[in-house]
């Protein structure tokens, strides 16, 4: 069983560049998340899904923007990196009120 | 913005000891989670807590939600090398949709 699979692992930016961190979930879940992790400060949202060809803003959505085309899949995109976007990226899905199925992570450096 | 603070953030202590972690915030939450999570994985669920003042004990974990919805604990009781990792806490709010609010994260290390 696949679960929630991140690509890429890691990624090197400069500052200016862009990219898209891809998701996809094998489940069937509804709900979708994108979090960055940064250390001392937990886990935080930055956009979510709740269902195919919909999205919306979590708590740190500047920056980023967000598409769920298929419901298996959920793209988180950087248009013009910076520095303090440096980070690890998980995705995570669900069913809605039950537990969170989440990736392995993306690392991403922003020089 | 919802907060969910976490204490202590660190904790290194010795095989055997007992230990707690709290997870406080000044919002109310449908329910309550708790992750671990290992060096370069993502968290991974240990339990959920729904109701106040709830109590659920998974082998030498025993987590608690407060009577109010908006505080829980997490106390290791002899605690083992494998305990080690980063432990998250994550509020469950409902309000139109299900958005997990996750807490500033502890990490502990148990020394063998």
């Known amino acids: 069983n696949a679960g929630v699979t991140q690509t890429p692992k890691f990624r090197v930016l400069k500052t200016g560049q862009s990219m898209t961190l891809l998701c996809a979930q094998d489940?069937?879940?509804?709900?979708m998340y994108w979090y960055r992790q940064d250390p001392g400060m937990g886990l935080r949202l930055i956009h979510y899904?709740?269902?195919?060809?919909?999205?919306a803003k979590g708590e740190v959505p500047d920056g980023y923007n967000v598409s769920r085309l298929k419901k298996q899949n959920f793209l988180l995109g950087l248009e013009s990196a910076a520095p303090s976007q440096t980070s690890v990226y998980f995705c995570?899905?669900?069913?809605?009120?039950?537990?969170?199925?989440f990736g392995s992570g993306t690392q991403l450096s922003v020089l | 913005t919802q907060l969910l603070e976490q204490s202590p953030q660190f904790l290194s202590i010795q095989e055997g000891e007992n230990l707690t972690v709290y997870c406080n915030s000044s919002?109310?939450?449908?329910?309550l989670q708790w992750y671990r999570q290992e060096p370069g994985e993502g968290p991974v669920l240990l339990v959920t807590?729904?109701?106040?003042?709830e109590v659920k004990k998974l082998k030498r974990l025993t987590f608690q939600f407060g009577d109010a919805r908006k505080d829980s604990s997490l106390h290791i009781t002899a605690a083992q090398p494998g305990d080690t990792g980063l432990y998250l806490c994550?509020?469950?709010?409902?309000?139109?949709?299900?958005?997990?609010?996750f807490g500033t994260g502890t990490r502990l290390k148990v020394l063998a």
């Open positions: 919002s109310v939450f449908s329910s």
């Open positions: 807590v729904v109701t106040g003042g």
């Open positions: 489940m069937n879940h509804e709900y």
């Open positions: 994550a509020g469950l709010t409902t309000s139109g949709t299900y958005k997990y609010i």
């Open positions: 899904s709740v269902g195919e060809g919909t999205t």
């Open positions: 995570a899905s669900s069913l809605g009120n039950e537990k969170l199925f």
